[in-house]
């Protein structure tokens, strides 16, 4: 019984650390944003008049832009992975788990 019970706890271990990864790649990409922003803020009140520093502009579009693009790449990738029209083998690297039971259950 003791077994049971541990393997529903390392399940949501699993899950809570997969959780927790997304949440920390979306606090540090918002964080990225939010560093653009204030860059581009800082070159506008700064430094815009006299058209010094031009630098930071696309530096911070750079820095801006970057997460947004980088997480509707993730979302489009993973709405098109979804559709059951495309076949996946068996075992892939992708797919370790499938891949070492493969390995090991086929004879030399």
Request: charged share 15%; hydrophobic share 45%.
């Given at each position: 019984m003791g077994s049971e019970e541990d393997k529903i706890l390392e399940s949501k271990m699993k899950g809570s650390k997969k959780t927790m990864n997304a949440f920390m790649a979306c606090l540090?990409?918002?964080?990225?944003?939010?560093?653009?922003?204030?860059?581009?803020?800082?070159?506008?009140?700064?430094?815009?008049?006299?058209?010094?520093q031009l630098w930071m502009v696309p530096f911070g579009l750079i820095l801006f832009f970057t997460p947004l693009i980088v997480w509707?790449?993730?979302?489009?990738?993973?709405?098109?992975?979804?559709?059951?029209?495309?076949?996946?083998?068996?075992?892939?690297?992708?797919?370790?788990?499938?891949?070492?039971?493969?390995?090991?259950?086929?004879?030399?």
């Amino acid at each position: 019984m003791g077994s049971e019970e541990d393997k529903i706890l390392e399940s949501k271990m699993k899950g809570s650390k997969k959780t927790m990864n997304a949440f920390m790649a979306c606090l540090w990409s918002f964080l990225v944003s939010l560093g653009g922003g204030l860059l581009l803020a800082w070159w506008e009140y700064q430094y815009h008049p006299t058209n010094r520093q031009l630098w930071m502009v696309p530096f911070g579009l750079i820095l801006f832009f970057t997460p947004l693009i980088v997480w509707f790449a993730i979302f489009v990738s993973d709405i098109f992975s979804l559709t059951p029209d495309v076949t996946q083998p068996a075992a892939s690297i992708h797919h370790l788990e499938k891949l070492s039971k493969q390995v090991i259950s086929t004879p030399c």
